[in-house]
């Protein structure tokens, strides 16, 4: 069984998964587009997402807060693995149903929450780390869609940064990354 969200979240979990298998040990310090995190803290930060919105899609509370260091043996196929979990997760249409009991948002937007956040944190690992990061049309489309109905409110809660403006058409991946606060132009010091 499949649902939207979780066909979109097979579309954009293969790339985010080979630009983390894709990180060099050596990488790990790099800065990223998200100028509090390193390589390892947004690899950190993306695998607690990937494990948290398995049990948001089961309507389970989960602690945001915990600093857990993932980047331990065999890192980059426990993300694989846990990536894949992510999808199958959100399979499940009555994952969709009614309102998530920690943030009290509907079930569909938080599932869309979490592929916002694999796309975006991709595209972060990617451009950190001299990667590509290739996304399908559907999941832009699915972001801005999302941008549209949630952007305010994530920039209120300090998900999201401030628009960045771009000459970029509207319906683009860069255009979609601007609206989150990154500069599609970002490139490492060089």
Not at 22 to 40: E, I, M
Request: net charge negative; glycine share 8%; proline share 7%.
């Amino acid at each position: 069984m499949s649902t939207k969200t979780s066909e979109l979240l097979s579309v954009a979990s293969p790339g985010t998964t080979a630009v983390v298998r894709g990180v060099a040990d050596d990488q790990l310090d790099l800065p990223t587009p998200c100028p509090d995190y390193s390589v390892r803290d947004l690899l950190n930060h993306v695998t607690d997402v990937v494990v948290n919105f398995q049990a948001m899609a089961r309507r389970e509370e989960v602690d945001w807060s915990g600093k857990t260091d993932h980047l331990t043996e065999g890192w980059r196929d426990r993300f694989a693995t846990e990536a894949a979990r992510l999808v199958e997760a959100w399979s499940d249409p009555a994952a969709l149903e009614g309102v998530s009991p920690g943030l009290g948002l509907p079930q569909e937007t938080v599932g869309l929450m979490a592929l916002i956040d694999l796309t975006v944190h991709g595209w972060d690992l990617a451009r950190a780390t001299g990667q590509e990061l290739v996304v399908d049309p559907s999941v832009v489309a699915a972001g801005h869609d999302f941008m549209d109905r949630m952007g305010d409110m994530g920039q209120r809660m300090g998900a999201f940064g401030a628009p960045v403006p771009t000459d970029a058409a509207p319906t683009t991946l860069a255009a979609l990354l601007a609206r989150t606060g990154r500069d599609p132009a970002w490139a490492p010091p060089a």
